[in-house]
C-alpha cells in the first residue's frame, strides 16, 4: 500500500504538472500578441479595440506592484472578467518580482497589460530632464521590458504619463521622446516581438495637438507606434458634441498612428459612461481604438470602481454602471473605418506654449549603448531604494537622425533576456495542445493623472 501511496502521489504531480503547463499554453493562445496595422491595434487580422481600466490599488501615495501577489491578482481578475475586460493598465511594477502566475492568470481571462515602465523613483526630473536622463535609469526600464516581453498578453509599453502637462514644462519633450526611442530600439535589439512603445499625455489645450504631433513626427526610429491621451472632457449628463469629442475627433481624423484614451471618466457629476457608446461605435472608430477607465480601486480622488478592505472587494455604483455600459455596446463591424497606411505628422513650431526649438533628439548616454547588445541585466526593483534621477552618465549630446534604428540582433537575447517570463514564454508542441515621471517629487497628478482635475 505504502508503494501504491508513492505511486498515486508521483501520478498527482505529474497530472498536475501537465495541467498547469497546459493552462499556461492556453492562456497563451487566449490572447494573440497584438500589432500595429496603419492607425489601429489588430489580434490577428481582428481589430482590437481597448476595453480596459486602470489598476494600481493604493494609488499614488501607497505604490505597490499589483500583479506581483498572485492572491492580490486573481482576486481582482474575476472582478474584471465580470466587467467585460480585456485590458488594464499599471503604472509602477517591481522588475525584481516573478509575473508568471499573475500575467498566465490574465491570460487565461483575456485580458492584456499595457504597462508605464516608470516608477517614482526612476523617473525623469521635470526640474532637471538632462541629468535625470542617463544610463542608470535606461536600465532600470530595460529591465522592466525584460521581465515583460516574453508574455504574448503584454499589449504595449508606456514611456511616459502626462510629463508635458502645461506650457512650462514641454522642455521635457525631447526626453520623453529620446526615451520612446531607446524603448523601441531595445526591443528590437534583444530580438523580441515588435511591442508597441508610445506615450500617455495630458489633454491640456495649451499643447495636446503639438505632443500628438510631435511624438508622430521625424525619421521612423524616433516615432512612437501609438498615442494615447487622459480625456475628462466627458461629464455627464453630456453627449458627443457637448464634451467637444467629436472637435477632436475631426482633428484627428488623419493622424497615422494608434490613438486611445488613456484615462477617462469624469467624476464631476454623477457618472453613467454614457461616452463608452461613442467610444466602441463608428462616432470615433476611424480614430480612437478604445481606452481606459479611471480606477479599478476606490482612492482619496473618487474615482474608483471598487473598494478594497483587506481581502473583501466590494462593488461601488460604478462598478454595475459601467458593467451596464460596456455589456450594451458591442465593437463596430469590420475594420471600424481604420487606416492601414497614412502620412506620419510635421514636427511642430515652436510658439510660447511649445518650447522645443529643434527636431533633434538626446543622444542616449554612452553607457547605455552596451545594453543593445549585452542586455540590461537584473532589474533594480524600482519601488525603493536611491533611484535614477541624479545617478549614473547622462547624454553629452544630439543623436543623428535614424541612429535609434535597429542594426543588429543579439543572438538569442528574446530566450535569454529574463528568467522570469518563462512560465509566460512557454510554447507546448500543437500536438500538446508569453511611471513616467518627469518629477523630482512625485504627486498623484504627475503619476496617475486623474487628479489634476
Known amino acids: 500500500m505504502k508503494g501504491l501511496g508513492a505511486l498515486l502521489s508521483t501520478t498527482v504531480a505529474l497530472s498536475a504538472s501537465t495541467a498547469f503547463a497546459a493552462s499556461v499554453q492556453l492562456g497563451k493562445r487566449a490572447t494573440t500578441p497584438i500589432s500595429v496595422k496603419g492607425n489601429a491595434f489588430y489580434a490577428g487580422d481582428e481589430r482590437f479595440y481597448i476595453r480596459g481600466v486602470d489598476y494600481q490599488p493604493g494609488g499614488s501615495s501607497d505604490v505597490k506592484d499589483p500583479i506581483g501577489d498572485p492572491a492580490v491578482c486573481k482576486r481582482d481578475i474575476e472582478k474584471f472578467k465580470e466587467l467585460g475586460l480585456n485590458a488594464i493598465r499599471i503604472y509602477s511594477v517591481d522588475n525584481t518580482v516573478n509575473h508568471d502566475e499573475c500575467m498566465t492568470a490574465l491570460a487565461d481571462a483575456g485580458i492584456y497589460l499595457i ?10 526630473n521635470r526640474a532637471n530632464p538632462a541629468r535625470s536622463y542617463n544610463d542608470v535609469y535606461l536600465q532600470h526600464i530595460f529591465a522592466t521590458i525584460d521581465a515583460f516581453a516574453n508574455y504574448d498578453n503584454t499589449l504595449a509599453f508606456f514611456s511616459g504619463n502626462e510629463v508635458i502637462n502645461d506650457g512650462e514644462t514641454t522642455n521635457c519633450a525631447p526626453f520623453v521622446k529620446a526615451v520612446t526611442r531607446d524603448m523601441r530600439q531595445y526591443i528590437g535589439s534583444r530580438g523580441y516581438r515588435k511591442i508597441p512603445v508610445g506615450y500617455s499625455a495630458a489633454d491640456v489645450e495649451e499643447n495636446r495637438k503639438e505632443m500628438a504631433a510631435y511624438m508622430n513626427c521625424g525619421t521612423e526610429d524616433e516615432r512612437s507606434d501609438f498615442f494615447a491621451f487622459n480625456d475628462y472632457s466627458w461629464c455627464d449628463p453630456s453627449d458627443f458634441t457637448t464634451s467637444g469629442w467629436d472637435q477632436k475627433i475631426e482633428y484627428f481624423a488623419d493622424y497615422s498612428i494608434p490613438l486611445f484614451l488613456s484615462e477617462y471618466g469624469c467624476n464631476t457629476n454623477t457618472r453613467e459612461f454614457k461616452e463608452v457608446a461613442s467610444l466602441y461605435s463608428t462616432d470615433t472608430s476611424a480614430v480612437y481604438s478604445g481606452g481606459l477607465v479611471y480606477e479599478y480601486t476606490e482612492e482619496p480622488s473618487n474615482y474608483g470602481l471598487v473598494e478594497i478592505n483587506g481581502d473583501s472587494v466590494t462593488e461601488l455604483d460604478d462598478f454595475r454602471t459601467l458593467q451596464a455600459a460596456f455589456a450594451a455596446q458591442q465593437n463596430p463591424q469590420g475594420d471600424g473605418g481604420a487606416k492601414t497606411d497614412g502620412t506620419p505628422s510635421q514636427c ?24 543593445m547588445t549585452e542586455g540590461a541585466g537584473p532589474g533594480q526593483g524600482g519601488l525603493d531604494g536611491a533611484g535614477s534621477q541624479e545617478a549614473g552618465e547622462a547624454s553629452s549630446g544630439t ?17 535569454s533576456g529574463t528568467k522570469k517570463a518563462a512560465a ?13 515621471v518627469c518629477g523630482l517629487v512625485v504627486v498623484a497628478s504627475s503619476l496617475f493623472g486623474a487628479t489634476l482635475l
Open 115 to 124: 504597462l508605464d515602465v516608470n516608477t517614482p523613483k526612476y523617473s525623469l
Open 348 to 371: 511642430p513650431p515652436q510658439s510660447d506654449t511649445w518650447d522645443v526649438d529643434s527636431d533633434a533628439l538626446p543622444a542616449i548616454p554612452e553607457n547605455a549603448k552596451r545594453y
Open 399 to 415: 543623436a543623428t537622425a535614424g541612429s535609434g534604428a535597429v542594426t543588429a540582433v543579439a543572438s538569442g537575447a528574446a530566450a
Open 424 to 436: 509566460g514564454a512557454l510554447h507546448a508542441p500543437e500536438s500538446s495542445f508569453s511611471v513616467f
